[in-house]
């Protein structure tokens, strides 16, 4: 099933939300929208003294996964950002136009997941992206790696999973600022934009989420948004 787009006139896909209301990861949430809201990137990504790493990560990918398809939601769910952010340049981003998922020409994506597709395939940047976003929308759903009740532990994979999940978000990222930054402009979305990868990097940077080689592609990009709060 198509994760994005069943049909290209649906432009306004809302991902679902499970983070049950009352919950810790609940108040987490409204923690990390609230530092968000200060404007202070490098604050909002900190861990919350007291709390649990693993509960932070969950909650920051829950939060960070609304701005891909309508920039105008205030979500700060780094699934629902790139989700939402994408959204807004699916026009361009066609089989046609993008034949391989790419990040500028000396990177190239392949997809497997490990389990429906075991071997990695070459397809375009909007199937690859339709593969990632219905494969992170699977992991975000299962209570046994994202646990949403109280008392239920993350499971030791817990971590290697997270970091999968934003290494591959980071190319959407990627895909985005080197194959479409031109309507980005043209739509007036590059301060929301910026700032949604703004937030990104600060936060795989202050808990090492995200090997250093795979953020090459934007490297000169991540020291030009950064270098003003070192």
Known sequence: ?????????????????????????????????????SGNLRMAVMLPEGEDLNEWVAVNIKLNILLINDICFAAVDFFNQ??????????????????????????EYHWADGTNIKKPIKCSA?????YLMTWVQDQLDDETLFPSK??????????????????????????????????????Q???HLNTSFKHFIFFVQ???????RELAPLQELI????????
Not at 4 to 9: E, V, Y
Not at 126 to 130: A, G, L, N, T
Not at 206 to 212: A, K
């Open 223 to 230: 020291e030009k948004l950064t270098s003003k709060d070192r």
């Open 150 to 187: 109280i008392g239920v532990p993350f499971p030791k994979n817990f971590m290697s999973v997270a970091k999968t999940i934003l290494k591959r978000l980071f190319r959407v990222y990627a895909h985005i600022y080197h194959q479409h930054f031109d309507p980005v402009i043209q739509l």
């Open 126 to 130: 909007p199937k690859y992206i339709d």
């Open 189 to 191: 979305e590059e301060a």
């Open 82 to 107: 790139i989700n939402m952010l994408y959204g807004t340049i699916t026009d361009f981003c066609t089989e046609e136009s993008c034949p391989v998922m790419s990040a500028g020409p000396k990177y």
């Open 1 to 37: 099933m198509s994760f994005l787009f069943g049909s290209r006139s649906s432009k306004t896909f809302k991902p679902k939300k499970n983070i049950p209301e009352g919950s810790h990861q609940y108040e987490l949430l409204k923690h990390a929208e609230a530092t968000l809201g």
């Open 206 to 212: 202050e808990f090492n989420l995200v090997d250093r």
